[in-house]
């Protein structure tokens, strides 16, 4: 008897379980797809054209809707989910549908000819400390920038050196030497970013100089010369005129029927280095990091003796300012011979 | 960003970061939309434009007023706009004899149109039309695509990409399940597009998934598709280019069966032999001259090492 009751029970449990299953479950022949990072889901199957055509048009629309909603909600609700401030929150996928950028991919910047050549050479950069010790004032300050160490511009008074001349306003030509400064290096990022961008690079030209070689004053004449509407083809020659160095070379072509040998040599060796799986040996850079060592070996041995020196009146402090930087340095990263 | 716009360096810290904002990123920001109205709108056009315009209000912009230009004739129009308002979706809204009811949706790519779908509107009933409660500002909608023509065919494979990135609104990492109220679900039958926009209600089902009601919640369109620009391969192949920092690396030494067991290669070196400790006897101990004779080695080795 009890046996017979349990089968029974057993039996209606299993019978409501599938009448709530029922309620949440929809039978499509092919499935769907998701992506539920997207909260998307994609029903392939073709819709009914005979009951859209017969039945109403709403009804039909919102019956599709609703059993597609169902499966979609029935995927997003297997997520694993978290509680948040009284609020269950599932956690989604990354979305899996390929969609366009909006804009292109970043390029990495170009580096300068600064950077370039710091690299050909082995050069790295230093980190500076942030802070420096300040005579005048005595504290630490920035080293650059408002209320920075040492400021120049604040000077109100300059000692006029034996050389100059007396009447000259120092204070100005400091001024102009800075705004010079400052023009020049415009100049360089400009210059820097046609090269970047491939574009033709104009020269820097003629600066005026104060007292100009006797190159500048070749090259001077050289560029007047080629001022004119035909470019300077038409100008005569000085007597004992040199042809300036540096003045652009005239693209030279190998004979197109000439020296068979040489040819397959050249190509021989291209296949060699192709072949080969060790990079090919930069004779330029290997020689100039050789050079660049030993002169750093040789500076450290020069230094060694006057390893309390350096940075002077500040050595003895230990603050705030001092980093990684050793003793022997002074300030900037020129190098002293 | 060309070279060209580097030249004239940002003067404070606050152009530079709008500057920094609008430029290409490894991880872009969310698509916003504008929505411009033609020069002839009808009035079935203009409420379209408003009903999309409240579907996507936080990152949208509506031009309100009549603008004179023809996306598929002229695209420049366009793509000043996208680049003044940094924006990479549009629509743009007519209406003429020829084309009645025409809504362009579109999307841009480096502010130069990438995709033009031109839809026409034959039937069109307003969010204001369907007189109950809406769903809030904002929400993310659930976005459902019925129908084969969906697969098979080109154009419209191309649309539902479209419309994917037009719809979805901002990317999230979870989302509050009890939130997901709206629904926006596109079928293709007959040769046409029925867009319907419905408010989701989940009933008790005794399990611990809801059952799902669906109540319409407007504006409902029926679209049939008329002109149409897709991009060529070769842009959209490069439109879709993912950078390679954001792809995952392949992790070296490691392989998984059929199972999904996790197997790893190590690579050992191989082991000095005459250094194994074995049984500690008198008889293998080192004497006092060797073993200084090691250490010794040993220092000038460490003093090489440090200099």
């Known amino acids: ?337 | 960003m060309s070279a060209l716009d580097k030249v004239v360096k940002p003067k404070t810290r606050r152009s530079k970061r709008f500057l920094e904002q609008r430029g290409p990123k490894l991880y872009e920001n969310d698509k916003s939309t504008m929505l411009i109205k033609g020069g002839n709108a009808s009035n079935t056009v203009t409420q379209a434009l408003k009903d999309l315009y409240a579907l996507k209000k936080p990152s949208c912009v509506l031009y309100n007023r009549k603008n004179m230009t023809r996306p598929f004739e002229d695209q420049t129009s366009v793509e000043f706009f996208s680049k003044k308002s940094d924006c990479s979706l549009f629509v743009f809204g007519s209406h003429n004899k020829k084309r009645p009811n025409n809504l362009i949706f579109g999307r841009l790519y480096d502010f130069h149109v990438l995709d033009m779908v031109e839809l026409g509107m034959e039937k069109y009933v307003s969010l204001k039309d369907f007189k109950n409660c809406k769903c809030p500002e904002g929400t993310k909608p659930l976005l459902i695509f019925a129908g084969d023509a969906f697969e098979m065919n080109e154009d419209y494979r191309r649309l539902k990409s479209l419309f994917i990135d037009f719809f979805r609104g901002p990317t999230v990492s979870g989302i509050r399940l009890a939130g997901l109220e709206h629904m926006l679900h596109f079928t293709a039958v007959d040769g046409k597009i029925y867009m319907r926009s419905y408010k989701v209600l989940m009933k008790k089902s005794g399990c611990r998934t809801p059952r799902i009601e669906l109540e319409e919640m407007g504006p409902s369109f029926d679209f049939v598709m008329r002109r149409t620009h897709l991009a060529s391969d070769d842009l959209y192949k490069l439109s879709m280019k993912r950078p390679k920092a954001v792809q995952a690396k392949k992790k070296k030494n490691i392989s998984h069966d059929t199972f999904g067991t996790k197997y790893g290669r190590i690579h050992m070196q191989k082991q000095d032999l005459g250094k194994l400790q074995t049984r500690k006897v008198k008889a293998l101990k080192k004497r006092p001259a060797e073993k200084k004779a090691a250490e010794g080695e040993g220092e000038t080795n460490k003093r090489r090492k440090s200099n």
Do not use: C
């Open chain 1, 1 to 337: 008897m009890a046996a017979l009751m349990i089968e029974h029970v057993l039996a209606q449990a299993e019978k409501d379980e599938a009448e709530k299953l029922k309620l949440i479950s929809v039978d499509k022949e092919l499935e769907l797809q998701f992506d539920l990072g997207n909260l998307l889901a994609i029903d392939p199957n073709p819709a009914d054209v005979k009951a859209f055509r017969q039945q109403n048009r709403e009804v039909f629309l919102r019956s599709l809707a609703r059993d597609n909603t169902q499966l979609l909600i029935n995927q997003l609700w297997t997520l694993p989910t978290q509680r948040v401030e009284e609020a269950v929150v599932a956690t989604l996928p990354d979305p899996s549908t390929r969609l366009p950028r909006e804009k292109p991919i970043p390029k990495p910047r170009a580096p300068t000819r600064w950077e370039e050549f710091a690299k050909l050479k082995g050069i790295k950069k230093k980190k500076k400390t942030n802070l420096v010790w300040d005579e005048v004032s005595k504290e630490w300050r920035r080293r650059w920038g408002y209320k920075r160490a040492n400021d120049n511009t604040k000077d109100w008074l300059i000692e006029v050196p034996a050389t100059a001349d007396p009447n000259e306003d120092q204070f100005s030509k400091r001024v102009k030497a800075k705004k010079e400064r400052v023009a020049k290096n415009e100049l360089n990022r400009l210059r820097n970013l046609a090269r970047a961008d491939k574009g033709k690079i104009p020269g820097v030209g003629l600066t005026p100089t104060e007292q100009p070689s006797r190159d500048d004053l070749g090259k001077a004449m050289h560029v007047a010369k080629r001022s004119t509407a035909s470019a300077g083809r038409f100008q005569d020659k000085l007597p004992k005129e040199k042809e300036p160095k540096n003045m652009g070379k005239k693209r030279k072509f190998q004979p197109l029927l000439g020296d068979f040998g040489a040819e397959k040599n050249k190509q021989l060796e291209i296949l060699k280095v192709m072949d080969s799986k060790k990079p090919k040996l930069d004779v330029n850079k290997a020689v100039n990091r050789q050079m660049r060592e030993e002169d750093a070996e040789a500076s450290a041995k020069r230094k060694k003796p006057f390893k309390k020196g350096g940075r002077g009146k500040q050595g003895g402090k230990k603050g705030k300012g001092r980093g990684p930087v050793r003793g022997g340095k002074g300030q900037g990263g020129k190098r002293r011979k």
